[in-house]
């Protein structure tokens, strides 16, 4: 599967952002979700997981109650809703993809098989 996250872009603090990552392929619900995130000098981070039904959902600790993530296995694509955006929130966005019939960690990026090439968000404060 080949993705391709879009949606990046500047956003005053507070403001809302959503981000969409589209999959190639006919059987994108076979595949789970992960974001990811990384700053400037700083390691990639957890932002969130979904599973290929959509059932599931998980966040990191510092998006919580913030973000959201959904999909759309019709259209091949899985959205993240940022709200309440902060300065902290800026940095490069990454989907990435893998099977969801993998059960090793998925706070753990190299468990994902297939990323797209990330899209920039920056919070001004």
């Known amino acids: 599967v080949q993705l391709q996250a879009s949606g990046g872009g500047l956003v005053q603090a507070g403001g809302s952002l959503r981000l969409s990552c589209a999959a190639s392929?006919?059987?994108?619900?076979?595949?789970?979700v992960g974001w990811f995130r990384q700053s400037p000098g700083k390691d990639r981070d957890f932002v969130g997981y979904?599973?290929?039904?959509?059932?599931?959902?998980d966040y990191g600790d510092s998006v919580k109650g913030r973000f959201t993530i959904s999909r759309d296995n019709a259209k091949n694509t899985v959205y993240l809703q940022m709200n309440s955006l902060k300065s902290e929130d800026t940095a490069v966005y990454y989907c990435?993809?893998?099977?969801?019939?993998?059960?090793?960690?998925?706070?753990?990026?190299?468990?994902?098989?297939?990323w797209g090439q990330g899209t920039l968000v920056t919070v001004s404060s």
């Open positions: 392929g006919r059987t994108f619900s076979s595949y789970a």
């Open positions: 990435a993809a893998r099977s969801a019939y993998y059960s090793s960690d998925y706070r753990y990026g190299p468990s994902f098989d297939h």
């Open positions: 979904i599973s290929g039904s959509g059932d599931s959902t």
